[in-house]
């Protein structure tokens, strides 16, 4: 039987503020690890949308994207279980609001912090992703893109597939 490479598709923010980014510490299957705010797109949402929706979830922060960072395609194979995974990540760039009262955390998020790009580098065996670094350094390098760059049709949205 034929079986079809199908990548995940993640979302991630990149924030900075005074010369330091938000990232989050989080449990994975490899202990704690750091990461952007990032996850996986969700049925029925744009990448911009699921970018900000991640960002809500994983810091109680609203964040509004305005420039894609670049798209980034890694793999991650894991020794416990075997398991190989693809993934294929929008990574967005933005302003950061305020914080929802009320929210907390979404699970597996165990804090946020604010760390230097020095920070950052220096913590590579601490990354969820080496798409952590990479990121960092495109925003550093200034790399951005026009939102429109990524299109997501209406029928991904919930438009009617086929109208009268």
Not at 16 to 33: A, D, I, S
Request: a negative charge; hydrophobic letters at 40%.
């Amino acid at each position: 039987m034929d079986t079809r490479w199908k990548p995940s598709v993640t979302v991630a923010a990149i924030i900075e503020q005074n010369g330091k980014f938000l990232l989050v510490e989080e449990h994975t299957p490899e202990g704690l690890r750091l990461n952007n705010p990032a996850g996986h797109l969700d049925p029925g949402e744009s990448p911009i949308q699921g970018c900000a929706r991640e960002a809500l979830e994983e810091t109680t922060h609203i964040f509004t994207p305005t420039a894609l960072v670049g798209v980034y395609l890694s793999r991650l194979q894991r020794a416990s279980t075997g398991e190989d995974i693809t993934y294929l990540r929008f990574a967005f760039c933005g302003t950061l609001g305020d914080v929802v009262v009320g929210r907390t955390l979404d699970t597996g998020i165990v804090r946020t912090l604010w760390l230097s790009p020095d920070e950052i580098r220096a913590s590579a065996a601490r990354h969820r992703s080496p798409l952590l670094l990479r990121c960092m350094e495109d925003h550093l390098r200034g790399q951005r893109f026009a939102l429109d760059l990524v299109y997501t049709d209406p029928s991904v949205l919930g438009a009617e597939l086929n109208p009268p």
